[in-house]
């Protein structure tokens, strides 16, 4: 695993995540069809909580919800502890 390859990933499946928050709450005030939050939960748990987190508290969007407030950090937690196990096992921190 190449670390620049892992934070172009996560560049992208971020900011796919953060646009996918914005459609989503301007959806909402349009009472147009909205993004299931299934498929917000899972852009979050494919690498985008920091783009979840981000469209959630910078555009107030589903900000109320408790499962986001607890749900979101959560899975960032959970990233972030795969991110460090598998940069440990590659030796990357340690170059």
Known sequence: ???????????????????????????????????????????SLIGGSVGALVGMYVFRHKSKKLKFVIGIPLILVMEVIIILYLLVRENVLWE
């Open 1 to 43: 695993m190449k670390i620049e390859s892992l934070v172009i990933y996560l560049l992208v499946i971020n900011f796919i995540t953060l646009i996918a928050f914005i459609i989503d709450k301007k959806n909402a005030i349009k009472h147009r069809y909205r993004i299931s939050e299934k498929i917000l939960f899972f852009l």
